[in-house]
């Protein structure tokens, strides 16, 4: 089960930290990753983190979100930082011990494990 935290509304260049707590099984050797779906939009890839810490990034957020895990916590996190109205969307978190859809941010519905999501909305 995965349980995404942190979402909230924040003006335009705040920051805002995402938590996704797992449980029922240890998430260490897993590849773990962030998309997100806009109103009308197609949801999308934002990171992704495997288990050896090798990570991708949309280039659309580059340089402005950060994504980490805490294997002893088994929670994986995203700071976003510098954020812009159109980061605002529903994220959700993502978990499979298959690593290429994550690392390539391919969203795979009906691959994995998927969290419930948490809005974040930037204004």
């Known amino acids: 089960q995965l349980v995404e935290s942190g979402g909230g509304s924040v003006q335009a260049g705040g920051s805002l930290r995402l938590s996704c707590a797992a449980s029922?099984?240890?998430?260490?050797?897993?590849?773990m990753g962030w998309f997100r779906q806009a109103p009308g939009k197609e949801r999308e890839g934002v990171a992704a983190i495997d288990s050896d810490g090798s990570t991708s990034y949309a280039n659309s957020v580059k340089g402005r979100f950060f994504i980490s895990k805490d294997n002893a916590k088994n929670t994986l996190y995203l700071q976003m930082n510098s954020l812009k109205p159109e980061d605002t969307a529903m994220y959700y978190c993502a978990a499979d011990i298959e690593a290429w859809w994550l690392l390539a941010l391919r969203p795979q519905t009906d691959f994995g494990w998927w969290g419930q999501g948490t809005q974040v909305t930037v204004s």
């Open positions: 029922g099984y240890t998430y260490s050797s897993y590849c």
